[in-house]
């Protein structure tokens, strides 16, 4: 093969172009549902109802998503939007805030019960909520905390990965820092403050993304504690817009729905491309 | 490895530490413990008081079809979304490798999946099948196939397959495409000159190359299979038509929430419990060694 002799690997002329077209390919064809939903979301009910439903967008796009985010189906869609973004960072948050303490702990003390806790945090890692679903969902319910955000956050906030993930970082730290920080007479906190945590910064935000993405697309959960619509997350709040029977769903606003339950992860993992690839990486490890 | 400088005291440590010890004791441990201690009773209809079983709801579960028909469903899931994630985020990643300029383009727009949630995905490819509304399901009836994952559990069972298998196919092809920038150009160059075409370097030296990437990523995609598809179900299929994709982790929910049937959902947990724990050796054990040829 001619290309094959002149660029040896990479490919040139025909073959490059062949290359791009299957990657579009590939693109179009993954993208496809997102299009489709999009498309959904810009024309009337009776477009989509009547298939085949058109495959570009019509000019109802305002109408349906002022209707989705004001009037909604059981509650506007901004509430559940408002809910879900109160979840989401406060697991990541949560989860980062407990970490770091933690993990400070376990790297720069030793004291009694230290191996102990630490094989302890790592067991949660073998208790997804799924597994503890009907037990932990009592508990939650014992302390009143049904419909709340306490409720919501809390069960989900123990992490075994962040804890490990700054557990290895701080193992690399210099130990000329704390040495200095000793002599000087820096209070193990104040050493925390000024000199852990901001050495931290680009491991916190890389596992932020992801812990915010964890948070916002928790279904289950959600799904269990919140039987008040009121507190309803958006990604739990689609299927309760479908209606139950034979009555058919207002297929455009739920459609305008799911493209908004998806904005702000998506805007979060593109617009931090490098460091959603760092912490998914990191925190897979 | 541990550090050698470190500041004296035990009280701020244990202070330090309370938040995750407190929050993993009250709603991981003891919900845990409550799961096994529950699944060796039988609790009375009205839920007054409980009797004691033993292994009574576990004898009850293995002796079940229904259980036993989930533990088969869920291993052709599992392994049906393995592998419809990773061979294709395999072969994107593969040509998205041999292009120097604009894969940073198409990296961007093949991660977003990613970040839609299973019962968001659940609900896009629900449209697009719908057998009143779908358009996908429309053209098949112009071919003359006549789709209802309503009624047809095979058609049900690919669907929340192919729903599940979508977000991951961004995360398999991040890992894929990362392993493949770090193969020596220099290997695949000394192959390339001796005559070895495209195909034959890829099965010979690239491929053996990713079998870190490629073990690890079916350990994690089994996990994910097992435990972070139950949106996709739900929005899809409920477990059915008739259980046909009813997997474990939907069927905990199932017979805990809707069927009220706290002993043997707790028996069920409990089961469950065992297969994460060996799903997380299993994990820890092959992958930190890196399965190397």
Redesign the interface.
């Known amino acids: 093969m001619a290309s094959e002799r002149h660029g040896m690997v990479e490919k040139r002329g025909a073959g490059l172009w062949l290359t791009h077209v299957f990657m579009i390919l590939g693109v179009l064809v993954i993208f496809f549902p997102i299009w489709l939903a999009f498309v959904a979301s810009t024309v009337t009910q009776p477009e989509i109802v009547k298939p085949p439903m058109p495959l570009w967008p019509g000019d109802h796009f305002w109408e349906n998503y002022t209707k989705a985010l004001f009037s909604g189906v059981n509650v506007p869609v901004s509430t559940m939007l408002f809910n879900s973004l109160v979840m989401a960072i406060g697991i990541a948050v949560g989860k980062i805030v407990i970490s770091l303490l933690s993990a400070f702990a376990i790297v720069y003390f030793r004291f009694p019960g230290r191996t102990f806790f630490f094989w302890m945090i790592f067991l949660t890692l073998m208790l997804p909520v799924e597994v503890r679903i009907v037990p932990t969902f009592e508990v939650v319910a014992g302390f009143g905390m049904l419909n709340s955000y306490g409720g919501l956050i809390f069960p989900l906030i123990a992490s075994a990965t962040a804890t490990f993930l700054f557990r290895q970082f701080f193992l690399t730290i210099p130990d000329e820092l704390a040495e200095a920080a000793r002599v000087d007479g820096a209070s193990p906190m104040r050493f925390f403050w000024d000199i852990v945590v901001p050495m931290s910064r680009t491991n916190v935000a890389a596992l932020f993304v992801i812990l915010f993405i964890y948070g916002w697309n928790q279904y289950l959960w959600p799904l269990l504690i919140t039987t008040d619509p009121e507190m309803n997350t958006i990604v739990m709040g689609i299927k309760q817009m479908f209606p139950s029977g034979d009555d058919v769903a207002d297929w455009p606003v739920i459609m305008a729905t799911s493209i908004l339950a998806m904005i702000p992860p998506v805007f979060v993992v593109v617009s931090m491309q490098r460091l959603f690839i760092r912490g998914l990486v990191d925190s897979e490890k | ?1 541990e ?5 004296s ?2 009280l ?3 202070l ?2 309370a ?3 407190v ?2 004791l ?7 413990a ?2 096994i201690w ?1 699944s060796f009773f039988i609790p009375d209809p009205f839920g007054l008081s409980s009797r004691f079983v033993g292994f009574g709801n576990f004898e009850f579960l293995f002796s079940d079809p229904y259980y036993r028909a989930a533990f088969g469903t869920t291993a052709v899931f599992s392994i049906l979304v393995t592998l419809c994630s990773m061979i ?1 985020a395999l ?2 990643a593969v ?2 490798d ?3 300029k ?1 894969s940073g383009v ?16 659940g ?3 629900l ?2 099948f719908n057998t ?4 996908v399901s ?2 098949l009836g112009n071919l003359g196939y006549d789709w209802n994952h309503v009624l047809n559990g095979g058609e049900a069972m690919g669907l929340v397959v192919v729903a599940s298998a ?1 977000g991951r ?3 398999n092809f ?2 894929f495409f ?1 392993a493949l920038q770090a193969v020596p ?1 220099s290997v ?2 000394a192959a ?2 001796d005559g070895a ?2 195909w034959r ?1 890829f099965w010979t030296i690239v491929l053996p190359l990713l079998s870190p990437t490629t073990f ?1 990523l079916l350990v ?1 995609n089994v996990v994910y299979s097992f ?1 972070e598809t ?2 996709v179900i ?2 899809i299929t409920g477990g059915g038509p008739q259980q046909s994709t009813t997997v474990l ?1 939907y069927k ?2 199932a017979d ?2 809707v069927g009220q049937d ?1 002993g043997s ?2 028996a069920q ?1 409990v089961i ?2 065992f297969v ?2 060996l799903l ?1 050796i299993i994990q820890f054990k092959f992958v930190e060694k890196r399965v190397h040829y």
């Open positions: 490895m550090k050698r400088v470190i500041f005291g035990w701020l440590p244990l330090l530490i938040p995750q010890v929050i993993s009250v709603f991981f441990f003891y919900p845990a409550q799961a529950q294709p072969f994107l040509i998205a041999r292009l120097i604009g198409y990296r961007t727009m093949l991660i977003w999946p990613y970040a839609v949630a299973p019962a968001v995905a609900v896009l490819w449209f697009m009143r509304v779908g358009v429309w053209y979508w196919i961004s995360y991040l890992f990362a150009k695949i160059e390339a000159i075409h495209f370097r690890f994690v435990f139950f949106g739900h929005t982790v905990v929910f805990g929430f706290l959902s707790s947990s469950l419990l994460v724990g997380t």
